[in-house]
């Protein structure tokens, strides 16, 4: 018995949705149920996990270019700042591979085996010793640009007092839970971590007012050397405000979401976030350079610490930070005013 052409179209059809997931029952035809991803119950847990090493990810190509830049640039630097420099490109590089390798055990070498969510990977508890590590330095960095600025030990010694525990609440945090292990316990540590990112956070707002505050003083209402002030004021600022963002962001989904790792979204980039502003206070006298002689170049470099400087009397170098940086201009405006003079004074001849 030969079929029909209508009745194989209809069983060709009945073939082609089986194959395309669907059954038959009766005259209705319904979808058949489909396997869900087991990662999609886990979406808060590795999502923003993910988001935070891809930001991160993305911040360390920019201070790499950073990097380059300096050492391009050729600055004739303190010893000091060029170690702190090339300790951060370090401790950004290591940090930045580690926290990759962290998403390649979650997400592909555990993919199928979501109980390796319960447990932290080393570059997880290693995020707070580097990001305290970064804090310490850009800390002590600007404080000694301060004590430069204002030649004040009480004000210098005060930062320091500040940012040794604000490290050491860090290297405790992170070295607890790498202890622990076990995420579920990592509740036990809320103690420490509200210490160090509270105490963190009034260290970078403290640096960035009393920095603003000394260059905003040196304001002479001139516009190149208000110009170079301004420079200089936007970067304490950035030091301060994108670190604190991100550390309040840190604290709060800690506390707030402890299930979720949103705490990690914000903790993870926090280190390539010191280094782009600490970095940026320095590559900003590329510009200088090309508005200032050599001279008030070198001037100004001193007075704020970039450059070995010159035993000199101790005073209040912000107060006359204005005059270092406007110097070349004061001396032409002298050579100006005396080249008038002198053509007032030349008697004119009759003709």
Same mark, same amino acid.
């Given at each position: 018995?030969?079929?029909?052409p209508?009745?194989?179209?209809?069983?060709?059809?009945?073939?082609?949705?089986?194959?395309?997931? #669907?059954?038959?029952?009766?005259?209705?035809?319904?979808?058949?149920?489909? *396997?869900?991803?087991?990662?999609?119950?886990?979406?808060q847990i590795?999502?923003?996990?993910?988001?935070?090493?891809? @930001?991160?990810? #993305? *911040?360390?190509?920019?201070v790499?270019?950073q990097?380059?830049? #300096?050492?391009?640039?050729?600055?004739?630097?303190?010893?000091?700042?060029?170690?702190?420099?090339? @300790?951060?490109?370090? *401790?950004?590089?290591? %940090?930045?591979?580690?926290?990759?390798?962290?998403?390649?055990?979650?997400?592909?070498?555990?993919?199928?085996?979501?109980?390796? &969510?319960?447990?932290?990977?080393?570059?997880?508890?290693?995020?707070?010793?580097? /990001?305290a590590?970064?804090?310490?330095?850009? %800390?002590l @960095?600007l404080?000694?640009?301060?004590?430069r &600025?204002?030649?004040?030990?009480?004000?210098?010694?005060?930062?320091?007092?500040?940012?040794?525990?604000? @490290?050491?609440?860090?290297?405790?945090?992170?070295?607890?839970?790498?202890?622990?292990?076990?995420?579920?316990?990592?509740?036990?540590?809320?103690?420490?971590?509200?210490?160090?990112?509270?105490?963190?956070?009034?260290?970078?707002?403290?640096?960035?007012?009393?920095?603003?505050?000394?260059?905003?003083?040196a304001?002479?209402?001139?516009?190149?050397?208000?110009?170079? *002030?301004?420079? +200089?004021?936007?970067?304490?600022?950035?030091?301060g +405000?994108?670190a604190?963002?991100?550390s309040?962001?840190? +604290?709060?989904?800690?506390?707030?979401?402890?299930?979720?790792?949103? #705490?990690g979204?914000?903790?993870?980039?926090?280190?390539?976030?010191?280094s782009? /502003?600490?970095?940026?206070?320095?590559?900003?006298?590329?510009?200088?350079?090309?508005?200032?002689?050599?001279?008030?170049f070198?001037?100004?470099?001193?007075?704020?610490?970039?450059?070995?400087?010159?035993?000199?009397?101790?005073?209040?170098?912000? /107060?006359?930070?204005?005059?270092?940086?406007?110097?070349?201009?004061?001396?032409? /405006?002298?050579? &100006?005013?005396?080249?008038?003079?002198?053509?007032?004074?030349?008697?004119?001849?009759?003709?």
């Amino acid at each position: 018995m030969v079929a029909s052409p209508s009745v194989e179209k209809l069983f060709l059809a009945s073939r082609v949705f089986e194959r395309a997931g #669907y059954k038959r029952r009766g005259e209705e035809v319904l979808p058949a149920p489909r *396997l869900t991803s087991p990662m999609g119950v886990y979406d808060q847990i590795l999502g923003p996990l993910l988001i935070g090493i891809l @930001f991160n990810i #993305y *911040l360390y190509g920019i201070v790499t270019y950073q990097y380059a830049s #300096y050492y391009r640039a050729n600055f004739n630097d303190r010893l000091t700042v060029k170690c702190v420099v090339a @300790f951060l490109f370090v *401790l950004d590089t290591v %940090h930045s591979a580690a926290v990759m390798y962290m998403a390649w055990v979650y997400m592909v070498a555990n993919y199928a085996n979501p109980t390796a &969510l319960q447990f932290g990977v080393w570059p997880y508890p290693f995020t707070p010793i580097g /990001t305290a590590s970064s804090a310490l330095v850009t %800390h002590l @960095f600007l404080g000694d640009r301060i004590y430069r &600025l204002t030649q004040r030990k009480v004000l210098y010694a005060i930062i320091i007092t500040m940012a040794l525990p604000t @490290f050491g609440l860090g290297m405790a945090s992170g070295i607890e839970a790498w202890i622990i292990h076990v995420n579920a316990d990592m509740p036990r540590i809320n103690g420490l971590v509200i210490a160090w990112l509270s105490m963190q956070v009034s260290v970078d707002i403290f640096l960035t007012v009393t920095l603003s505050i000394i260059l905003g003083r040196a304001k002479t209402g001139m516009p190149s050397t208000d110009t170079v *002030l301004r420079r +200089l004021i936007r970067g304490a600022i950035q030091t301060g +405000l994108f670190a604190s963002i991100f550390s309040l962001g840190d +604290l709060f989904s800690f506390l707030l979401l402890p299930n979720a790792n949103f #705490y990690g979204m914000f903790a993870i980039p926090i280190g390539r976030i010191y280094s782009n /502003t600490l970095l940026d206070t320095l590559l900003v006298r590329e510009k200088l350079k090309m508005e200032m002689s050599s001279s008030a170049f070198e001037r100004t470099s001193r007075v704020m610490g970039w450059i070995p400087s010159m035993k000199v009397a101790p005073g209040v170098a912000a /107060t006359n930070l204005h005059i270092e940086v406007h110097r070349n201009l004061q001396d032409s /405006t002298d050579i &100006l005013s005396s080249y008038d003079d002198e053509r007032k004074n030349v008697p004119v001849n009759p003709v």
